[in-house]
């Protein structure tokens, strides 16, 4: 069964850092394409990252030069760093699966973890 | 960047009804469009790929149909477990959602 899990979220200043990790089971990270997708409270779905399964890596205008997405081959996890963290990053962070349907298809998810970044 | 927009933003419905959601790129995405329900505290789920095809377990009152800019959701007869917010996403260029569409109870 294909499970998604994703950790780390918490409670950051504003400038502060977090780390974020979604622990895949029941499929390889490394042999698919996995995005990071937010939602900010109210608002609706935000594509944020993508890391193909060949290891190249993109990301959305806003949080680009500022976030890092990046897998764990052995531990079969994906992880994003975000870094210089404003308030407008604050959102509950998915990680979700792309299937054999397209690169941006994402036919699971996880659950998602909170991140505030509030003073 | 490829714009999304939706309507209605909130649609008030009765079980037994049959909704349309309208969702719009600001460019030609050719069918390179999904959608997907969301629940308060669930994970998102796909039901719609490439414009019109079922994803796999998805009932069958679920449709898709349009192609280039202008893309529809039909729901043929709404059922309890459907009320939901409702977004369509372009990945002809990336990816990016349109603001959603809740269905709630009239």
């Known amino acids: 069964e294909v499970q998604l899990v994703e950790t780390g979220g918490g409670l950051i200043q504003p400038g502060g850092s977090l780390r974020l990790s979604c622990a895949a089971s029941?499929?390889?990270?490394?042999?698919?394409?996995m995005s990071w997708v937010r939602q900010a409270p109210g608002k609706g779905l935000e594509w944020v990252s993508i890391?193909?399964?060949?290891?190249?890596?993109y990301y959305a205008d806003s949080v680009k030069g500022r976030f890092s997405i990046s897998r764990d081959n052995s531990q079969n996890k994906l992880y994003l760093q975000m870094n210089s963290l404003r308030a407008e990053d604050t959102a509950v962070y998915y990680c979700a699966r792309a299937g054999s349907n397209g690169w941006y298809v994402f036919d699971y998810w996880g659950q998602g973890t909170l991140v505030t970044v509030s003073s | 960047d490829i714009q999304m927009t939706q309507s209605p933003s909130t649609l008030s419905a009765s079980v037994g009804d049959r909704v349309t959601i309208t969702c719009r790129a600001s460019q030609s995405i050719s069918r390179w469009l999904a959608w997907y329900q969301h629940k308060p505290g669930k994970a998102p789920k796909l039901l719609i790929y490439r414009a019109s095809s079922l994803e796999s377990g998805v009932p069958s009152r679920f449709s898709g149909s349009g192609s280039g800019t202008e893309f529809t959701l039909t729901i043929s007869s709404l059922q309890p477990d459907d009320f939901a917010t409702y977004y369509c996403q372009q990945y002809n260029t990336y990816s990016s959602f349109g603001p959603g569409t809740k269905v709630d109870i009239k």
């Open positions: 890391i193909y399964s060949d290891g190249s890596t």
């Open positions: 029941g499929f390889t990270v490394s042999s698919n394409h």
